[in-house]
């Protein structure tokens, strides 16, 4: 028996991607300058910041579980399945993610302003909410809608680019309203460099916003959900109950596989975000960047990135998944403890830059190839797991499970960076937002992370027939494939 396999190719892979497109691009850029701006411009302290953004990922990684189960269980109607969800959030997310630039300004005398600390709570609970209802929902959709390997090693790699893509416009932007500062040191709302950052942040913040909105109607527009009308006509029939939600949960939470994964995640969502919070800080005053020296930043980001993404590509090419995740950890890891040399005082100018330029090229390059490996990977082991399932079709398997598989690793990926937020808060409370000793040593810290994440890693083993790109990649159905073995 021979079938044809679904897979993404052309537009609608493009349209499929330009939505985590969208999404990232947004959340990365509201991720990666938010405590920047709150602490350094809006005076609100460091804790208080830190506990936002630690709120946020928290209510994102219990939302990414629900929306993951409610699109598991939602009934097909006219526009799809999960379709759907990327619509039910937008109008809140748009709207959040705008707002969250204008907050009460914090008093001159007084960092712990709670009417502001308030707002910046309240918004980044609607925010993340919706954002997740998105998200969660978006990734979940990859191992329906392609079911070969090698095409989702083809998506994620499009997936990989524009999220590198992504992380240069959420940097890029920030850095040049930094670099026409006249004091970068000093950019509270009530000095002239402060005055800039808080009159174009919120304009830059509403461009990243109106182009996620155009991204997600794109690939609304995009994605075929038809498929569903043939393996799912029992799950329209599904409501999902308190009982049944803790049953949907109980399957990726006992895969011990799974598991596993779930902790390459999270602690690989720590280092992350470290870097994306400690990066500007450790420019600053650690680099004592000024001017047109925060361009050095933006050149090597683009670089390193666009460089390492085609070398893990072309790894991945002739080694597995999991070696070639392994490799890319590793040289991480050793790239952050070399940071510890920024310790070193007396150091020449020259130096540093060189030395900067080799360590965070180097994780640049290798963070954002993870993204090559991880959905083709969890996609893996999604179907390694819809395999074990009897008395159900593979097709109809995968389509119980996917969303709250993905949901959960949404949850851990949340939860690793709350815990990263946090931590940072605490560190960088009060003066210590400007000791660029205890920078340097948080961003050095990254490596422990991905060290642990690589133990996790190393104890992962894939079942052959679910990553063999000529088995998956030729059309024959799972039944003709069990039938072979």
């Not at 079938?3 to 497109?21: Q, S, T, W």
């Not at 008093?107 to 980044?124: C, D, E, G, K, R």
């Not at 095409?151 to 670099?179: C, D, G, H, Y």
């Not at 960047?289 to 002739?318: A, D, E, P, Q």
């Given at each position: 028996?021979?079938?044809?396999?679904?897979?993404?190719?052309?537009?609608?892979?493009?349209?499929?991607?330009?939505?985590?497109?969208?999404?990232?691009?947004?959340?990365?850029?509201?991720?990666i300058?938010?405590?920047?701006?709150?602490?350094?411009?809006?005076?609100?302290?460091?804790?208080?910041?830190?506990?936002?953004?630690?709120?946020?990922?928290?209510?994102?990684?219990?939302?990414?579980?629900?929306?993951?189960i409610?699109?598991?269980?939602?009934?097909?109607?006219?526009?799809?399945?999960?379709?759907?969800?990327?619509?039910?959030?937008?109008?809140?997310?748009v709207?959040?993610?705008?707002?969250?630039w204008?907050?009460?300004?914090?008093p001159?005398?007084?960092?712990?302003?709670?009417?502001?600390?308030?707002f910046?709570?309240?918004?980044?609970?609607?925010?993340?909410?919706?954002?997740?209802?998105?998200?969660?929902?978006?990734?979940?959709?990859?191992?329906?809608?392609?079911q070969?390997?090698?095409?989702?090693?083809?998506?994620?790699a499009?997936?990989?680019?524009?999220?590198?893509?992504?992380?240069?416009?959420?940097m890029?932007?920030?850095?040049?309203?930094?670099?026409?500062?006249?004091?970068?040191?000093?950019?509270?709302?009530?000095?002239?460099?402060g005055?800039i950052?808080?009159?174009?942040?919120?304009?830059?913040?509403?461009?990243?916003?109106?182009?996620?909105?155009?991204?997600?109607?794109?690939?609304?527009?995009?994605?075929?959900?038809?498929?569903?009308?043939?393996?799912?006509?029992?799950?329209?029939?599904?409501?999902?109950?308190?009982?049944?939600f803790?049953?949907?949960?109980?399957?990726?939470?006992?895969?011990?596989?799974?598991?596993?994964?779930?902790s390459?995640?999270?602690?690989?969502?720590?280092?992350?975000?470290?870097?994306?919070?400690?990066?500007?800080?450790?420019?600053?005053?650690t680099?004592?960047?000024?001017?047109?020296?925060?361009?050095?930043?933006?050149?090597?980001?683009?670089?390193?990135?666009?460089?390492?993404?085609?070398?893990?590509?072309?790894?991945?090419?002739?080694?597995?998944?999991?070696?070639?995740?392994?490799?890319?950890?590793?040289?991480?890891?050793?790239?952050?403890?070399?940071?510890?040399?920024?310790?070193i005082?007396?150091?020449s100018?020259?130096?540093?830059?060189?030395?900067?330029?080799?360590t965070?090229?180097?994780?640049?390059?290798?963070?954002?190839?993870?993204?090559?490996?991880?959905?083709?990977?969890?996609?893996?082991?999604?179907?390694?797991?819809a395999?074990?399932?009897?008395?159900?079709?593979?097709?109809?398997?995968?389509s119980?499970?996917?969303?709250?598989?993905?949901?959960?690793?949404?949850?851990?990926?949340?939860?690793?960076?709350?815990?990263?937020?946090?931590?940072?808060?605490?560190?960088?409370?009060?003066?210590?937002?400007?000791?660029?000793?205890?920078?340097?040593?948080?961003?050095?810290?990254?490596g422990?992370?991905?060290?642990?994440?690589?133990?996790?890693?190393?104890?992962?083993?894939?079942?052959?027939?679910?990553?063999?790109?000529?088995?998956?990649?030729?059309?024959?159905?799972?039944?003709?494939?069990f039938?072979?073995?």
């Amino acid at each position: 028996m021979v079938e044809r396999r679904r897979e993404l190719h052309g537009k609608r892979l493009i349209g499929y991607a330009l939505g985590n497109f969208g999404l990232i691009l947004t959340n990365m850029f509201i991720g990666i300058f938010i405590f920047q701006y709150y602490v350094y411009t809006i005076n609100l302290d460091a804790i208080l910041t830190s506990v936002g953004i630690s709120l946020q990922l928290i209510i994102s990684a219990i939302s990414s579980i629900i929306f993951g189960i409610l699109a598991d269980n939602k009934k097909l109607g006219r526009f799809g399945k999960r379709r759907p969800f990327l619509l039910y959030g937008l109008p809140i997310w748009v709207f959040t993610s705008i707002i969250i630039w204008l907050p009460p300004k914090c008093p001159q005398n007084n960092s712990l302003f709670i009417p502001t600390a308030v707002f910046l709570w309240s918004v980044f609970i609607f925010q993340s909410i919706s954002g997740s209802s998105m998200l969660t929902v978006h990734l979940s959709m990859l191992t329906e809608q392609s079911q070969t390997h090698q095409n989702r090693e083809k998506i994620a790699a499009a997936i990989t680019f524009f999220q590198i893509l992504a992380s240069i416009l959420a940097m890029l932007l920030p850095l040049i309203v930094e670099s026409i500062l006249p004091n970068p040191e000093n950019v509270k709302w009530w000095e002239p460099s402060g005055q800039i950052v808080f009159a174009y942040m919120p304009w830059v913040g509403a461009s990243f916003t109106l182009f996620g909105l155009i991204a997600i109607l794109t690939t609304f527009f995009s994605i075929d959900e038809s498929f569903h009308k043939v393996i799912t006509p029992k799950i329209e029939q599904q409501k999902v109950s308190i009982r049944s939600f803790i049953l949907h949960m109980r399957a990726p939470i006992w895969d011990k596989k799974y598991r596993k994964y779930l902790s390459v995640r999270f602690f690989n969502s720590i280092s992350g975000k470290i870097l994306g919070i400690i990066v500007i800080p450790f420019l600053t005053y650690t680099l004592m960047f000024t001017g047109s020296k925060y361009y050095i930043y933006v050149i090597v980001s683009i670089i390193s990135k666009m460089v390492g993404f085609y070398i893990w590509r072309k790894l991945l090419k002739k080694n597995t998944i999991l070696k070639t995740y392994m490799i890319c950890i590793i040289s991480s890891i050793i790239a952050c403890f070399l940071e510890l040399i920024f310790l070193i005082e007396l150091l020449s100018a020259e130096f540093e830059i060189i030395l900067f330029i080799l360590t965070m090229g180097t994780i640049l390059g290798s963070m954002y190839g993870l993204g090559l490996f991880n959905p083709p990977l969890a996609s893996v082991l999604i179907y390694e797991a819809a395999d074990k399932i009897e008395d159900s079709e593979i097709d109809e398997s995968v389509s119980n499970i996917s969303g709250a598989y993905f949901g959960l690793s949404s949850f851990i990926m949340a939860a690793g960076q709350s815990l990263a937020s946090f931590i940072i808060g605490l560190v960088l409370t009060g003066n210590n937002a400007e000791n660029s000793t205890i920078i340097t040593l948080t961003l050095v810290s990254m490596g422990v992370f991905y060290l642990i994440s690589l133990i996790f890693l190393k104890r992962i083993k894939l079942e052959k027939k679910f990553i063999s790109k000529e088995i998956l990649s030729s059309g024959v159905s799972d039944e003709a494939l069990f039938r072979q073995e």
